[in-house]
Every structure is written in C-alpha cells, then in structure tokens.
C-alpha cells in the first residue's frame, strides 16, 4: 500500500477543504501516472504544522515570518 505524506506549514488558517481534496486527488494520479498501480490503495496524509512547531536554521517560521 503506497503512502505519499505531505507536511507543510499550516498558514492563514491552512488548506480550505477543497484544496486538500484536490491534492489528495492530484498526488493519487500522479502516483498512479508514475507507477502503473495503487489507484485504490494509495493513502495521502496531510500535515498541517503550525508555525511555531517549525523552524529553520534554529529560528522559529512564526518568527521568520515576523522579520
């Protein structure tokens, strides 16, 4: 069973519902496109990080975010 997780910064509220349809459904066919298989099996998590839990270069996004 294929897993496609995608984290990503959660900003402005995050994805509405129906972007993260369509990117379960646009990383569905892209596996499928590439692979040959797992149409009905492919799993794809979302993770929304909030941007105080996620940081670069030992700062914060939120406080990137800032300056």
Do not use: H, W
Not at 23 to 45: M, N, P, Q, Y
Not at 48 to 56: L, S, T
Request: glycine share 12%; aromatic share 2%.
């Amino acid at each position: 069973m294929p897993v496609i997780s995608v984290s990503m910064t959660k900003e402005n509220g995050g994805l509405s519902k129906a972007q993260k349809q369509k990117l379960i459904s646009g990383l569905t066919s892209a596996f499928v496109d590439v692979v040959g298989r797992g149409a009905k099996t492919c799993v794809v998590v979302i993770n929304e990080v909030e941007c105080q839990n996620y940081g670069i270069g030992g700062v914060s996004i939120e406080e990137l975010r800032k300056s």
